[in-house]
């Protein structure tokens, strides 16, 4: 399974797409708003996880974009600012406050997993 990390914290960056790695799914992950936007277009993932709060393009724009792709990738915004993130829940299919638990993340990651794989 295809994931692309869009986060610009890079020690938070570098502990996602390792944690993801060792899941056996191929990991891209990305510092900015603009270079997830072009991530999208260039390596279509079949899950999104992006930080709401990012330089060059907001999350909220990398996720608009990422619900337009066929197929929609599975997305899941993270922020630590709880009511930007109720209000872009609509874009989400999850939605994860930091901090948070390295587990809660894999968890849903795994769920997705599952369901990706009964459905391919």
Same mark, same amino acid.
């Given at each position: 399974?295809?994931?692309?990390?869009? #986060?610009?914290?890079?020690?938070? %960056?570098?502990? &996602?797409?390792?944690?993801? $790695?060792?899941?056996?799914?191929?990991? +891209?992950?990305?510092?900015?708003?603009?270079?997830?936007?072009?991530?999208?277009?260039?390596?279509?993932?079949?899950?999104?996880?992006?930080? &709401?709060? *990012?330089?060059? $393009?907001?999350?909220? #724009?990398?996720?608009?974009?990422?619900?337009?792709? @066929?197929? !929609?990738?599975?997305?899941? *915004?993270?922020?630590?600012? !709880?009511? %930007?993130?109720?209000?872009?829940?609509?874009?989400?299919? $999850?939605?994860?406050? +930091?901090?948070?638990?390295?587990?809660? &993340?894999?968890? @849903?990651?795994?769920?997705?997993?599952? !369901?990706?794989? %009964?459905?391919?």
């Amino acid at each position: 399974m295809k994931i692309l990390i869009v #986060e610009d914290e890079p020690i938070l %960056r570098e502990v &996602l797409a390792e944690m993801f $790695a060792t899941g056996d799914h191929e990991v +891209k992950a990305v510092a900015t708003g603009a270079s997830g936007l072009a991530a999208l277009e260039r390596w279509p993932p079949d899950v999104l996880v992006t930080d &709401l709060g *990012l330089p060059e $393009a907001d999350g909220e #724009e990398v996720a608009q974009a990422a619900v337009v792709l @066929l197929p !929609r990738p599975w997305i899941v *915004l993270m922020s630590a600012e !709880r009511g %930007r993130l109720e209000s872009a829940r609509f874009l989400a299919d $999850a939605i994860v406050h +930091k901090p948070f638990h390295m587990d809660e &993340l894999m968890s @849903l990651i795994e769920l997705y997993h599952l !369901r990706f794989l %009964r459905s391919h």
